[in-house]
């Protein structure tokens, strides 16, 4: 019995002691930055998170954290330890999206144990870009913005961007789509394109030959034709259109 009981005192002394949180104070002076986004989950397929630092990009982004501890966490690491004062003007650069600080930085320790710069901003979504593939490839199209210009369509094939329109405004849009042969030939007008719209439903503007059709019979009575001739042959012309796929295209890195 004795011998047990010396075997559980010494088991006892080599088990690890429980961690004990770090309370102490942090550095006026960090070398990782934590950075979170509002809503949760914004940018949440992106790789990294570019940031700029006074007005110019700095080289190394903020990557997402994949410490559990650390979750929808974005975190930069400095090659030097930095004050609050030197990068107060810190801010992620992305195209089309609005960045504005939620609070005061501060230098906080987080669950990890480590202590962070740690900066929370507000993502506005500003502007967005479309993009318009065809099968067969090549339809020209234009966009149409509430109360603006037309946007040209664009028709060179040999820029592989040929069907992609920038920096749209968040309003709506129409998107016309023209015969390969017969430019100024209006086939189809889908109406009602916009960001909220392509993002909360993008399926259902993956348009097959038996969609547009529907949506063309819908709007036989609103695109202008000269007479029903007219509007046969561009009925005929739409056959040849197998597929329409409407997409928003990912913010381009700035």
């Not at 949180?21 to 992106?46: H, M, N, Q, Y």
């Not at 369509?153 to 920038?166: A, G, T």
């Not at 059709?213 to 040849?240: G, H, K």
């Amino acid at each position: 019995m004795k011998l047990i009981l010396i075997l559980a005192i010494l088991l006892l002394h080599s088990m690890p002691a429980p961690a004990v949180a770090d309370d102490s104070p942090c550095p006026k002076t960090v070398g990782k930055v934590a950075i979170r986004l509002f809503p949760d989950g914004s940018l949440e397929d992106w790789a990294n998170l570019p940031l700029k630092l006074g007005g110019r990009l700095l080289s190394s982004p903020a990557m997402p954290s994949t410490d559990p501890n650390l979750e929808d966490l974005w975190i930069f690491t400095s090659a030097a330890p930095l004050a609050l004062a030197d990068i107060s003007t810190l801010v992620p650069s992305v195209a089309c999206i609005d960045f504005t600080q939620r609070n005061t930085p501060l230098v906080v320790r987080l669950p990890d144990g480590k202590c962070y710069a740690r900066f929370e901003f507000r993502a506005e979504t500003t502007c967005w870009s479309l993009r318009v593939k065809s099968t067969p490839y090549g339809y020209p199209f234009k966009v149409q913005l509430e109360n603006k210009p037309k946007l040209e369509r664009i028709e060179s094939q040999e820029n592989p961007d040929w069907n992609l329109v920038k920096d749209l405004p968040l309003g709506s849009a129409t998107v016309e789509i023209f015969d390969r042969q017969q430019r100024n030939l209006l086939l189809v007008a889908l109406k009602d394109v916009t960001y909220v719209r392509l993002k909360s439903d993008p399926e259902s503007w993956m348009l097959d030959k038996s969609k547009l059709e529907e949506f063309s019979s819908d709007q036989d009575n609103q695109i202008e034709v000269d007479d029903d001739a007219a509007r046969l042959v561009r009925q005929r012309l739409l056959q040849q259109l197998k597929y329409i796929h409407l997409l928003l295209e990912r913010a381009n890195q700035q």
